[in-house]
């Protein structure tokens, strides 16, 4: 079983999609788990700070180390010699994630995974050189939290995991597959014009349909 660690001023971002379909019949199986720690909870004084301005100035914040490190230390607990931990951090410009990475993740046996979600202009980059975290992006472009990067890490990386998804073969990676698709009807017609299934895919040639499949790819 893997942990999903969550370190997130808004832990309820994710609720609505981890409760539901792949990743709530996984966690229901204990094949994962998802705990959640917000830095909020380990801020001092009188506010609860979690972030701070820039240095060298900027219109944005940046969030506190402290709080953060707070809340890994919370997430790994005691010492624990039979336990393999990651720690990830998202970034927009760091290596790509791919699903060879999630691959490798499960392969290699890590039982525990802290996500650390940034949020306002990022996080204090001595977080990263503390607890010796890897940075992943899952797309050239800029969010709004880590929060949703963090879905699409634990969507991913789960169903790497033999028994969620009930078939191992459902694996798009694992099978010849393609982003187009059909289902009945054969014919659908749609404002008066016929959309057909391509007829190939009703031939029952199966080297046929696998060859129309990697050029559909």
């Keep these: 079983m893997i942990t999903f660690h969550i370190v997130s001023l808004f832990p309820g971002a994710l609720d609505s999609y981890i409760n539901e379909s792949i990743l709530a019949r996984a966690r229901e199986k204990k094949l994962i788990n998802i705990k ?14 979690v972030d701070g301005r820039p240095y060298s100035g900027g219109p944005g914040m940046v969030m506190l180390p402290g709080p953060i490190l707070k809340a890994v230390a919370k997430a790994r607990g005691r010492v624990n010699s039979k336990k393999k931990w990651k720690t990830i951090i998202f970034s927009p410009g760091a290596a ?10 499960v392969d290699k046996k890590y039982t525990d995974i802290v996500l650390v979600c940034g949020r306002y202009e990022g ?9 010796k975290a890897e940075e992943v992006s899952i797309g050239d472009y800029v969010l709004t939290g880590g929060e949703l990067p963090a879905m699409v890490f634990m969507d991913a990386t789960s169903r790497q995991i033999e028994g969620v998804l009930g078939k191992f073969e459902s694996l798009e990676e694992n099978r010849v597959s393609s982003h187009e698709v059909y289902t009945r009807p054969e ?21 046929k349909i696998e ?4 050029k559909a790819k």
Aim: hydrophobic fraction near 40%; glycine fraction near 4%; avoid cysteine.
């Design 96 to 105: 790509m994630f791919t699903n060879v990475y999630a691959k490798n993740l």
């Design 123 to 131: 996080i204090d980059a001595r977080v990263k050189k503390i607890l």
């Design 211 to 214: 060859e129309w499949k990697l």
């Design 36 to 49: 959640f720690y917000n830095p909020r909870d380990y801020a001092e004084g009188k506010w609860l700070k």
């Design 187 to 207: 014919v659908f017609e749609y404002q008066k014009k016929k959309y057909r299934v391509p007829k190939v895919l009703l031939s029952g040639d199966h080297k």
